[in-house]
C-alpha cells in the first residue's frame, strides 16, 4: 500500500567537532539520496532510502530557513531500484539517533566521497522550544542558514570541496573520523 505523510520539520542544523564516546551505542541507520535533477532546489524531488524504507520526498520552503514542509510517498524497494537508476546523483550516510535530554540528535556521518563530514540536526517541537535549546559541548557552528545553499550537489561533491564551500563562508570544516568498537 502507498501512504503518503505530510510533515511539518522545525529544526537546527550544526557540524560537530567530534562524535560522542558512546556513539557506537547506538544502531546506525543507512540513509540514501538520490536527486533527479537540480539538488538545491527545495522543491526538488528525490528519492530516499531510509532503512528498509523507501520514498519519494519533495520539500517546500516554509516562512524561514528553520521551518519546511515535507511530503513523503513510501513506495516498495523494487520502485525504489527501478528510479535508482534514473538519479543523476546520489550519497549515502550513516544516521545515528542519539538522545539530548528531551531532544533526539540526528548525527549524519555521511560516506564515500564525503566521508569524514559529519553533522547533526536537532528538531524542536516548538519555536520556544528551539529558542532555549542549549547544543552540547561536542557541536560546532550552527550552519542551518547555509545548509541548503552547502548542500548544493551533494551527491557530486568530495569532502576537501565541502571544505572549500565552508570556508567561504569563514567556517573550518574538520574531518571526523568514524570511532572503532
Given amino acids: 500500500m502507498v501512504k503518503n505523510m505530510k510533515e511539518i520539520e522545525l529544526e537546527k542544523v550544526y557540524l560537530i567537532k567530534n562524535l560522542p564516546s558512546n556513539i557506537l551505542d547506538y544502531e546506525p541507520m543507512v540513509i540514501k539520496v538520490g536527486d533527479f535533477f537540480d539538488s538545491n532546489s527545495v522543491n526538488a524531488l528525490k528519492i530516499r532510502q531510509k532503512g528498509d524504507k523507501y520514498q519519494l520526498i519533495k520539500k517546500e520552503a516554509g516562512e524561514n530557513e528553520y521551518k519546511r514542509t515535507e511530503h513523503t510517498i513510501f513506495i516498495k524497494k523494487e520502485e525504489f531500484d527501478i528510479l535508482w537508476k534514473q538519479v543523476e546523483q546520489n550519497h549515502s550516510k550513516l544516521r545515528f539517533f542519539y538522545p539530548l535530554g528531551e531532544h533526539t540528535c540526528e548525527i549524519d556521518f555521511y560516506k564515500d566521497r ?17 529558542e532555549n535549546f542549549v547544543p552540547p559541548e561536542w557541536f560546532k557552528e550552527e550552519i542551518t542558514k547555509l545548509n541548503h545553499e552547502i548542500h548544493e550537489n551533494l551527491g557530486l561533491v568530495t569532502l576537501d570541496e565541502m571544505k572549500e564551500r565552508f570556508a567561504k563562508n569563514k567556517i573550518e570544516l574538520i574531518k571526523v573520523d568514524f570511532p572503532k568498537k
Fill in 114 to 130: 564525503l566521508d569524514g563530514y559529519v553533522r547533526a540536526e536537532v528538531e524542536f517541537k516548538s519555536i520556544e522550544d528551539m
